[in-house]
């Protein structure tokens, strides 16, 4: 099964309610988390850590939803993108939890770099490759592969992991949808804004049992 993932609209219309809603709660919660630091310094209760670590959770889902739903809700400035370095050191992040993975970096091309907000992608990146570690439950690869082709950047994240439904597939990118217990579901659509934003295109394939491919194709201008 394969689908091209670049429905604007559907993203456009959920991303932009969800952005809405984000920021009419965050000032709120902003402003009783600052009452409960004040409340903090006149007394000590376990419970008070408690909400304050709550409410902690509750602003990182709400910053994080605004930052993939609005692109440009955080300011960055376009710089020189060397994505075969950057995929690299990504990697390592995951070392811990790659134990039962085999990793194999196929870089090519490793030269060639594009213009683009360097943290919208390092986040795009790792929310890639983290679903692809999450995908795999006993053993399984994951390989990512960088090459330049038609005047395009083409960077692939395959897993051999569980893989994805037919029926779920065009529910990808769609703000909090998730198949998983402690998921998010914001981690696509976070990948989804910033390739669409940088005119780039991606696409899935995906079978249960299998396994995924996300390849992504950004245009180097
Ligand atoms: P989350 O990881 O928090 O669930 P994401 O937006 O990153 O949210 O992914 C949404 C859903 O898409 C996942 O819950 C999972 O069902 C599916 N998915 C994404 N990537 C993969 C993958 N590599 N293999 C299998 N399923 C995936
Ligand atoms: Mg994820």
Known sequence: AERRLNDREKLASTGQIAAGIAHEIKNPLTSVKGFLQLLKESYSHPYLDVMDAELEKALETLINLLQVSKPDFQ???LVSINFCKELTSLMLLFQERLYNVIVEMDLRDSEKTMLGKRNLFLKAFFNLIKNAVE???DKG?????HYYENEQIHIKV???GVGIPKDKLNMLGTPFFSSKSDGTGLGLTQVFTTVHEHGGIIRVESEVGHGT???VKLPVK
Do not use: L
């Not at 690869?141 to 592969?145: E, H, L, N, P, S």
């Open 158 to 160: 395959i897993d051999s």
């Open 75 to 77: 300011e960055e400035p």
């Open 135 to 137: 995908a795999i439950e």
């Open 141 to 145: 690869k994951i390989t990512i592969q």
């Open 213 to 215: 491919t996300f390849h």
